[in-house]
């Protein structure tokens, strides 16, 4: 399977809480639903194309729990919650050992053999939402096939980034991008190993 990441972030980078003001307080964080307002219809077409097309999902534990709360308890009601609680469901943690979701199996040992048998699985994409640090952990380990990027017209000016400062560095090569009317921008990156750097002097 094709291994893609989906991550809200803000113009300056944080992905921390894009959904509502409780959603994740962690740290202080004030600034909670920060992608609200943003996400017009297009956006949801595309998020409801991009849901379906999903064969399996890969989650790190808090953003787990987080759509178990509140898109596992919603049947098929959205396209988004069908594929969710229609297909299978992996996630990375060696803290939850009785999952209440359907369909949910927890990978608790040796993580970079099973998401290697996991991408070796037929079938056509294992999808990471959010996720942050299992998404670095990914990416760090070579696992990360294509990540799409959805930026919203914010600036937060606090809050978990995507990419943590200082951090490992990583070249992408750009393979599609899309504005829609809301602001919201799509970028779906391919990584491309480490960056080239200008020569001294």
Known sequence: MKLTTTTQVSVDGVMQGPGGS????RGGFERGGWAMGHFDSKVLGFLNEHFHRADAFLFGRRTYELFAGYWGVRGDSTPIAAALNSRPKYVATTGLSEPQWADTTVLAGDLRAQVQ???DAPGGELQVHGSGKLIRWLLDNGFVDEMNLLTVPVVVGQGTRLF???????A????????????TMLRVYRPAGRPRYAAAG
Not at 22 to 25: L, S
Not at 164 to 170: C, M, S, V, Y
Not at 172 to 183: M, N, Q, T, V
């Open 172 to 183: 992408l090569d750009l393979i599609d991008s899309r504005a829609f009317p809301g602001g």
């Open 117 to 119: 048998l996991l991408k």
């Open 22 to 25: 409780g959603e994740d307080r």
């Open 164 to 170: 943590a400062d200082p951090g490992p560095d990583l």
